[in-house]
C-alpha cells in the first residue's frame, strides 16, 4: 500500500488479490491482482479500482490502469488520478506528456503473495498525453 497528499487531501492506494467468479451475478471475472485508488477517507473526492485480468484483457496482460477526475468541491479543484497495476514482464512505466516532458513512475512492490506492482500519478485538469508500461528490452 502506498499513500500521500494531493490537493491538501489524503489518499491511498491498495493492493490485493482476488478470486476467479463466474455466475449470475457478476460478470465473468479471471481473478488476481487487483488494486484500488481513493482520494479522501472514503473516496469521496474519487477512486478507481482495476484489475490485471478481467474478461476484457488478454490472458497475458501485464499492465492494466484506470484513471479518474472530480472537480466537485470547488475549495480543493479539480483532481485528477490514474492508478494501475504492472506484470514481472514491466520493468518500468513512463507518463510521457504531449508537452515533450517524460517522467519515470514510482512502481510499488504489492504484498507478498500478489504478482504485481503497482503505480499512481495525478496530473492538472487538462494534462494530456500517455502512460506507458515499458519492458526490459
Known amino acids: 500500500m502506498s ?19 463466474s455466475g449470475d451475478q457478476f460478470s465473468r471475472f479471471l481473478g488476481g491482482s487487483c488494486g484500488d485508488l481513493m482520494v479522501g477517507d472514503q473516496g469521496e473526492y474519487g477512486g478507481i479500482g482495476f484489475c490485471l485480468h478481467t474478461g476484457e484483457t488478454a490472458p497475458d496482460g501485464a499492465f492494466a490502469m484506470a484513471g479518474f477526475g472530480n472537480a466537485s468541491d470547488r475549495s480543493v479543484g479539480p483532481i485528477v488520478g490514474y492508478a494501475g497495476l504492472v506484470g514481472s514482464q514491466v520493468s518500468s512505466v513512463e507518463l510521457r506528456l504531449s508537452g515533450g516532458e517524460t517522467r519515470q ?21 487538462g494534462t494530456g498525453g500517455q502512460i506507458v508500461a515499458l519492458g526490459s528490452n
Request: a negative charge; hydrophobic letters at 40%.
Open 3 to 21: 499513500f500521500g497528499h494531493v490537493s491538501g487531501i489524503e489518499w491511498s492506494l491498495a493492493a490485493y488479490d482476488t478470486k476467479p467468479y
Open 105 to 125: 513512475l514510482p512502481l510499488y512492490d504489492a504484498p507478498s503473495g500478489i504478482g504485481a506492482r503497482y503505480f499512481e500519478v495525478f496530473v492538472a485538469e
